[in-house]
């Protein structure tokens, strides 16, 4: 298992979770979970579960490209994506949220994500969706990130190693943070997800869930966390509702370039196909099923508030999806390529800062270094003040 991983998670769990019950629990609105704490010990927690809706009323087919203007419409599955913990916007009740994604008609694998004031942040996924078949049913990975070493984003000097921290209980709510701010801009717009050949074929028969178990994962950040954490200066607390618009999925043809600047070209060109052509104001993101040059990804428009809503060709950004990669890597590259896009800027981010949830922190390296500043592994699930800024302001000027 660690030799499929190839060093991109290196403390892990191997659990059989009891399929049948877990469902059972989604159904019926509370389940129980085994996840990892910041020792990597497991343990149960019993969570409310809620199903969402994360696709357009109407989207009710996706995207199978052959080449220019040649597709196949299919029927996508039904929706099987969750909410876990108490995602609410209101801080009085919070106390972490996270998401959950069935990855397979038989209902065999589940993969995603929890920030709970206790466990900090840990993940789950399937042994078979990193080794490739279907051998293993009900066999998941399970980890927490807390404390694990940097790996690279980019080129750059390593820094110092920054862990996630542990939450702080032992001060009292601050009477700011006892309800959402009435500054708070909430924003929505749509989003086309994409993937190339090699993404399609890691596993055809859940490349639609595979999809929607990365973008699960971003829209807590963006949806339920990042508004829910301490207010940033100037009233610039934000968060953004992104909804599915489209899913496509080359079947052949499409990008292939090892090169991340002539990826970033294909994507943008006007000629680049897509049968739910995005608007300047909403996002395209590829996943990638090949290593494109030691990459993780690469958004248009990087790092100016210039960039989304300013033209076409701003608002693409691709990621890396390949096999034997962790959710924990494909859910912190998509929420750093599409928080480029929004006005991020590697410069704004933070090696080592907090962010607060009511009265516990989470602290670390956040969302949006780029270079030495540490890898995929040790994100933490947060803005800095400066990149909140760099956002809203992008937010607020573009959308209604």
């Known amino acids: 298992m660690a030799e499929a991983l190839r060093g991109d998670v290196t403390r892990f769990e191997i659990v059989e979770l009891d399929m049948e019950a877990l469902v059972q629990g989604l159904e019926t609105g509370t389940i129980v979970l085994p996840l990892a704490d910041p020792e990597n010990q497991i343990v149960e927690l019993e969570l409310p579960a809620q199903q969402v809706q994360l696709r357009a009323d109407g989207l009710v ?12 419409r299919v029927a996508l599955p039904p929706e099987q994506n969750y909410r876990i913990g108490q995602c609410v916007r209101t801080r009085e009740q ?29 993940f789950f996924e399937p042994v078979d969706m990193i080794i490739g078949g279907r051998q293993n049913p009900g066999l998941h990975i399970i980890y927490n990130v807390t404390g694990t070493e940097v790996t690279e984003f980019g080129e750059g000097e390593e820094p110092e190693v920054v862990g996630l921290g542990p939450a702080d209980m032992s001060r009292p709510i601050p009477a700011r943070l006892a309800s959402l701010s009435a500054e708070t801009a909430f924003k929505e717009t749509s989003i086309v997800l994409d993937g190339d050949v090699e993404f399609y074929e ?44 489209g899913q496509e999925v080359w079947v052949s043809g499409g990008p292939t370039t090892t090169d991340g600047d002539d990826l970033i070209a294909e994507i943008t060109d006007p000629n680049y196909f897509l049968l739910n052509p995005v608007a300047d104001t ?11 040059a030691g990459l993780y990804g690469k958004a248009a428009g990087i790092g100016n508030s210039s960039g989304f809503g300013s033209g076409a060709g701003k608002n693409h950004a691709f990621g890396e999806g390949r096999s034997g990669q962790s959710l924990k890597t494909r859910w912190i590259v998509m929420a750093h390529e599409v928080g480029h896009l929004l006005g991020g800027t590697h410069g704004d981010g933070v090696t080592d800062g907090c962010t607060t949830f009511i009265i516990w922190d989470i602290c670390g390296i956040s969302i949006m270094p780029g270079g030495g500043a540490g890898g995929p592994t040790t994100r933490a699930p947060f803005f800095s003040d400066a990149n909140d800024g760099n956002i809203a302001g992008v937010l607020n000027s573009v959308l209604p």
């Open 94 to 122: 919070f106390s972490g949220c996270g998401s959950l994604t069935i990855l397979d008609e038989g209902r065999t694998m589940v993969g995603g994500i929890l920030v709970h004031e206790r466990l900090g942040l840990t």
């Open 61 to 72: 087919e996706g995207a199978l490209r052959t080449g220019a203007e040649e597709v196949d």
């Open 282 to 292: 909403e996002v395209h993101y590829l996943f990638v099923g090949y290593n494109v």
């Open 202 to 245: 890691i596993d055809k028969s859940t490349v639609w869930s595979r999809q929607e178990e990365v973008f699960n994962t971003v829209s807590v950040v963006y949806g339920f966390l990042e508004p829910l954490s301490a207010e940033s200066p100037n009233n610039s607390n934000w968060g953004l509702d992104l909804e599915i618009k």
